[in-house]
């Protein structure tokens, strides 16, 4: 009755599920975290990214969000690599890899950030971000924030270069860290937009400066946000009962959250459909 190749796709579900549903829930962490930290926006004026970045430094691994580095442990220059939300978004051409520090929390940020890294042309290999043929514009120089300062929030972003990027002169040439307008660079140069990004935290010695409180980002609750209303959603089947069967199942995108975080077909959807092909054959 069940064709082949449909109870090999019904087999495989559970894993492509596993492995979306994860990134998923991991980018809508990230867009919490820039929301709690006010680096959105503060820094970022809106924030909806297409892929999760992994940003792994030698002896500490993969950060979380806003990870509470030290000097040392960010000093050299970190891997990245760019996890997409979903099977949908392809990850080919040019990129950009920059990072800024957006200082602490209720910085005035309108004189503009310090550029600790901007590179160039970057591609996407596998996932992961690699250098060989872009163009250093700023060498990564790891945080340094002033002793006393407070926790400095350094954000790593990663642009889309669409063919039309021009560079402006004053950053079209290897340059050390200076202050920048990030957001007026990425509009003006033609980049854009941002397709993941995270962040670090990196202190030195005790704050001497007061910093206004946050609160913290709870991930159970994104989990029960992401999860919680996606319930009400159904999978429409129809199948015609020949012997090879053709079903179908059409599950509706219409499935929002209270979060706005999760986007198309949660695992709940693609099951109901699944159950739907199977009722149906
Ligand atoms: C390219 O990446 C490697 C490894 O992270 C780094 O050592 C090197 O300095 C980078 N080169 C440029 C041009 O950024
Ligand atoms: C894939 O992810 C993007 C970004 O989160 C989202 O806008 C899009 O709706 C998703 N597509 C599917 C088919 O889930």
């Not at 990214?49 to 442990?73: C, F, M, R, S």
């Not at 990245?80 to 209720?106: C, E, H, K, R």
Request: glycine share 10%.
């Amino acid at each position: 009755m069940i064709s082949l190749p449909i109870l090999v796709s019904l087999a495989l579900l559970p894993f492509t599920l596993a492995q979306s549903t994860d990134t998923t829930l991991q980018i809508a962490a990230i867009e919490a975290h820039f929301k709690q930290s006010q680096i959105v926006p503060s820094l970022l004026t809106s924030f909806a990214p297409d892929a999760l970045l992994t940003v792994n430094y030698a002896g500490v691994g993969d950060i979380t969000p806003g990870q509470l580095l030290t000097k040392e442990q960010s000093a050299p220059t970190p891997t990245v690599t760019v996890t997409p939300a979903n099977a949908s978004i392809q990850l080919t051409g040019a990129y950009t890899i920059a990072m800024v520090d957006a200082d602490i929390v209720g910085s005035d940020l309108s004189k503009g950030v310090n550029r600790h890294w901007l590179i160039n042309g970057v591609q996407i290999t596998d996932g992961k971000v690699s250098n060989e043929s872009a163009t250093a514009i700023t060498a990564y120089a790891g945080p340094g924030p002033a002793a006393g300062s407070g926790p400095h929030r350094y954000v790593i972003i990663l642009y889309s270069q669409p063919a039309g990027f021009t560079p402006p002169p004053d950053l079209s040439e290897p340059i050390g860290v200076t202050l920048f307008d990030v957001n007026a660079y990425a509009k003006n140069s033609g980049l854009g937009p941002i397709v993941a990004a995270t962040y670090i935290t990196v202190e030195d010695g005790t704050a001497t400066a007061s910093i206004p409180a946050t609160s913290s980002v709870v991930t159970s609750t994104l989990v029960a946000q992401t999860t919680g209303t996606k319930t009400g959603t159904t999978g429409t089947g129809t199948g015609t009962g020949t012997g090879t069967g053709t079903g179908t199942g059409a599950p509706s995108p219409s499935a929002t959250n209270s979060a706005g975080a999760l986007h198309g077909f949660s695992p709940i959807t693609l099951v109901f459909a699944g159950l739907a092909i199977m009722i149906a054959l």
